[in-house]
């Protein structure tokens, strides 16, 4: 999974329970995001940080926090105001390929089950 | 905005054919484009892109076309074996500063023996 890690593999919550999900990259990448992937969707976009200190609200942002305090770190934050938290979270990093291009490369992924 | 459709949420194929994933965006100045293999429980992996400046690109067994015209591009995977069944999404990028992707919502290719 090109250097990003994502723990745990698998998380339980509680209705109400705000948890974090972490994801680390050791691709030295300035970029990092997170996603939401539900059963026979494509994956949509809950947060970005495009460089340390800063992030932005992606498309379905509401119900989730993040940060961006080290290079290597972007904990996404599940707040009990997420009304449907039961997904497949995915972390990805970005950085150039030859060409110039940065491309996203993703880590394993967490799934979340709120019980 | 940009939007990502696959033509096939399905395809069946077989073992030693070569399959043929499509894929169509809405952005006329998407400039970038990649193809991504993802296997049950699992991240997304990526497999090959391309840049709007290109029509064709090829990989190990895997070749992608491009054409700006129709927007539309495709994945072709040469001699199809059991191990690339999984689900393939495509991405576009809108161009311009950011490097966000739009996703597809993917074609599951299962590779009968």
């Known amino acids: 999974d090109g250097g990003i890690t994502q723990s745990p593999k698998y998380l339980f919550r509680k209705e109400g329970q705000n948890v974090t999900l972490s994801c680390e990259q050791n691709l030295n990448h300035d970029a990092m995001y997170w996603y939401r992937q539900d059963p026979g969707q494509g994956l949509r976009l809950i947060y970005y940080?495009?460089?340390?200190?800063?992030?932005q609200k992606g498309d379905i942002a509401e119900g989730y926090s993040v940060s961006r305090e080290k290079k290597e770190s972007f904990p996404l934050t599940v707040t009990s105001a997420q009304k449907n938290p039961t997904a497949f979270y995915l972390c990805?990093?970005?950085?150039?390929?030859?060409?110039?291009?940065?491309?996203?490369?993703f880590g394993p992924g967490t799934r979340l089950t709120v019980l | 905005g940009e939007s990502v459709g696959l033509h096939l949420p399905t395809l069946s194929v077989q073992e030693g054919d070569n399959s043929i994933i499509n894929c169509a965006y809405s952005?006329?100045?998407?400039?970038?484009f990649i193809w991504y293999k993802q296997e049950s429980g699992k991240g997304p992996q990526f497999i090959i892109d391309?840049?709007?400046?290109?029509d064709k690109r090829q990989g190990q067994r895997v070749t992608v076309l491009l054409n700006k015209t129709v927007k539309h591009l495709s994945l072709q995977i040469a001699a199809t074996q059991p191990g690339d069944s999984a689900v393939y999404f495509c991405?576009?990028?809108?161009?311009?500063?950011?490097?966000?992707?739009?996703f597809g919502t993917g074609t599951l290719l299962a590779v009968q023996p």
């Open positions: 990805a990093s970005s950085g150039p390929l030859a060409g110039g291009k940065d491309t996203q490369y």
């Open positions: 991405a576009a990028q809108p161009g311009g500063a950011t490097n966000k992707l739009i």
């Open positions: 940080s495009q460089i340390v200190n800063d992030f």
């Open positions: 391309i840049r709007s400046n290109m």
């Open positions: 952005n006329s100045a998407s400039d970038y």
